[in-house]
């Protein structure tokens, strides 16, 4: 089925181009089922991240560009329940699964499954690397890197740092990590006097943190991944520890800390964070592809930074409790897709 799209020439033309099929994404997808599978729902980030799925997608059913648009979510973040959750998939018979993936190499047996059944694929945030899928991401490594050129503007004589891993095995924990360390490649003046997990999760992140710090050498900064840079300056503060430049990721609890010490003293770092909001880029991109619209396998959006002159600008932009973002509408998935040809 397909929308006519007549060009407004002469009359002539109208009916030449009414035999004609409309451009492949604009066919009609009203009759279409796709499906969210998300591994770990246990901090902010991806609470914000299902709302926003939620929010565009129930619009976007209510106005006929999808027939259904599912959320699920597994109970605990493993690869193992995530595969049998996608097989549960394929069974009902979705025609796109948009996927935020436990592990990027566990999950390709059943996403190749599911593209075997003719059923689209697209991973974002935590992808996975099966050549059938369609993956959305911003440069994880590069979020890491640029923490470490940021603390070697600040530190030129280097210094000790201690680090904080996200979700052990998945690929955005795995890519920021060797962003950087490929940054104290570049900047050897810096070394990693610890490593912890942290989850992305503030309370996690305070426990693991205050653990350490007892045997913790002075340090100049913390690098992050996101939703751990206040439970770090929580535990620092409860330990009576020098508070060093920590990184953090975009929360309402982060930004609202960094004000209260930029006001009392000046305290200096940045922000940054994939925008929630990227699980409706997601959507979009599966309803295209559903349309037929020639879609590239690996798309790109930026993360979003806050610097310190930005501030307040940030933390007007972010929901109490929640985390700076960004929704995507289907004009804009349509110009990423364009500018990733």
């Known amino acids: 089925m397909y929308r006519s799209k007549l060009l407004p020439f002469a009359a002539s033309l109208a009916l030449a181009a009414a035999a004609v099929p409309a451009l492949a994404q604009d066919a009609d997808t009203s009759d279409k089922n796709i499906a969210l599978s998300n591994n770990y729902a246990g901090n902010s980030w991806r609470q914000a991240m299902i709302k926003s799925w939620q929010d565009t997608t129930s619009k976007a059913v209510s106005d006929g560009f999808v027939a259904s ?40 047996g059943a996403v190749k499954e599911a593209c075997d059944a003719g ?36 530190y030129p004589d280097g210094g000790q740092l201690l680090e904080i891993r996200g979700l052990p095995g998945s690929s955005v924990d795995d890519e920021i990590h060797a962003g950087i360390l490929e940054g104290i490649k570049n900047h050897p003046k810096f070394e990693i006097a610890r490593e912890v997990e942290g989850d992305w999760t503030q309370t996690v992140a305070q426990k693991a943190v205050a653990s350490v710090l007892p045997s913790l050498p ?66 979009w991109v599966a309803q295209q592809v559903l349309a037929g619209a020639d879609v590239p396998k690996d798309l790109m959006v930026p993360s979003l930074r806050i610097d310190q002159d930005g501030l307040e600008k940030g933390l007007e932009m972010t929901p109490e409790g929640g985390v700076t973002n960004k929704e995507y509408t289907q004009a804009e998935a349509k110009e990423i897709i364009a500018g990733g040809k």
């Open 119 to 154: 059923i689209k694929v697209i991973s974002f945030d935590a992808v996975v690397t099966e050549p059938c899928a369609w993956r959305i991401a911003v440069d994880f490594k590069k979020m890491g890197t640029d923490q470490i050129d940021y603390l070697a503007k600040r």
């Open 69 to 108: 648009a599912d959320a699920n979510t597994t109970a605990e973040n493993s690869a193992t329940e995530q595969a049998a959750q996608l097989q549960n998939m394929i069974l009902q018979g979705y025609d796109a699964i948009v996927l935020d993936a436990a592990s990027p190499t566990a999950l390709n």
């Open 218 to 283: 002075e340090v100049v900064g913390v690098v992050t991944q996101g939703g751990d840079g206040y439970g770090a300056a929580q535990a620092f503060e409860a330990a009576g520890r020098k508070l060093p430049t920590i990184i953090m990721g975009n929360r309402d609890d982060e930004l609202k800390w960094w004000k209260e010490q930029k006001d009392k003293n000046g305290y200096e770092t940045f922000s940054q964070s994939i925008a929630p909001g990227v699980s409706t880029l997601g959507f």
